[in-house]
T-cell receptor
Framework: DGGITQSPKYLFRKEGQNVTLSCEQNLNHDAMYWYRQDPGQGLRLIYYSQIVNDFQKGDIAEGYSVSREKKESFPLTVTSAQKNPTAFYLC????????????FGNGTRLTVT | DQQVKQNSPSLSVQEGRISILNCDYTNSMFDYFLWYKKYPAEGPTFLISISSIKDKNEDGRFTVFLNKSAKHLSLHIVPSQPGDSAVYFCAASEYVSRGDSSYKLIFGSGTRLLVRP
């Protein structure tokens, strides 16, 4: 079955530690995205990548970093510089073309204490 | 500044009746509009979309209407079913590079729909 896999489902970290969230897709999609959801808010774009070895900042990139070394993988690192890292993180992918919908993974709930 | 707004945080309707979810936007350059449905602790799932050159798109019980002059779109669900209870997100597609058809989605804050049996 094709899809997007995010792991782990739940992640707990101490403040000051970096943490990396995994996102893998086997849909052969070129574009991948990371969004963050906070209670009562919509999804906000952190980073996106249209092609391997290239990525762009979204609206809330501060305190985050990404890499796109393989087409299938787009890991997100939440660094200690991110002031409010506790959130629900969603990875998505799509083929190119504005009408193509994003396919989302099931998310990772990160809690930093 | 929010480019995509869903001003109703929640909506409650009776099973079998129509659910109407609304969305407003500010950027007239948006190319497509999409609706997603989301359950707690899961990723959003795509429901239906509409091109900015259309005014209506229908798929089964779901119909999306677009009013470009008012910069407003709505999702109609008829008839509503208890399984439709979820958070619905409106999203707008913005090109980041027309040369290679790269784009990003901008989401509204969502409307929680409750369909009462």
């Amino acid at each position: 079955d094709g899809g997007i896999t995010q792991s782990p489902k739940y992640l707990f970290r101490k403040e000051g530690q970096n943490v990396t969230l995994s996102c893998e897709q086997n849909l052969n999609h070129d574009a991948m995205y990371w969004y963050r959801q906070d209670p009562g808010q919509g999804l906000r774009l952190i980073y996106y990548s249209q092609i391997v070895n290239d990525f762009q900042k979204g609206d809330i990139a501060e305190g985050y970093s990404v890499s796109r070394e393989k087409k299938e993988s787009f890991p997100l690192t939440v660094t200690s510089a991110q002031k409010n890292p506790t959130a629900f993180y969603l990875c998505a992918s799509t083929s190119k073309g504005s009408g193509s919908p994003l396919h989302f993974g099931n998310g990772t709930r990160l809690t930093v204490t | 500044d929010q480019q995509v707004k869903q001003n109703s945080p929640s909506l409650s309707v009776q099973e079998g009746r129509i659910s109407i979810l609304n969305c407003d936007y500010t950027n007239s350059m948006f190319d497509y509009f999409l609706w997603y449905k989301k359950y707690p602790a899961e990723g959003p799932t795509f429901l239906i979309s509409i091109s900015s050159i259309k005014d209506k798109n229908e798929d089964g019980r779901f119909t999306v209407f677009l009013n470009k002059s008012a910069k407003h779109l709505s999702l109609h669900i008829v008839p509503s079913q208890p399984g439709d209870s979820a958070v619905y997100f409106c999203a707008a597609s913005e090109y980041v590079s027309r040369g290679d058809s790269s784009y990003k989605l901008i989401f509204g804050s969502g409307t929680r729909l409750l369909v009462r049996p």
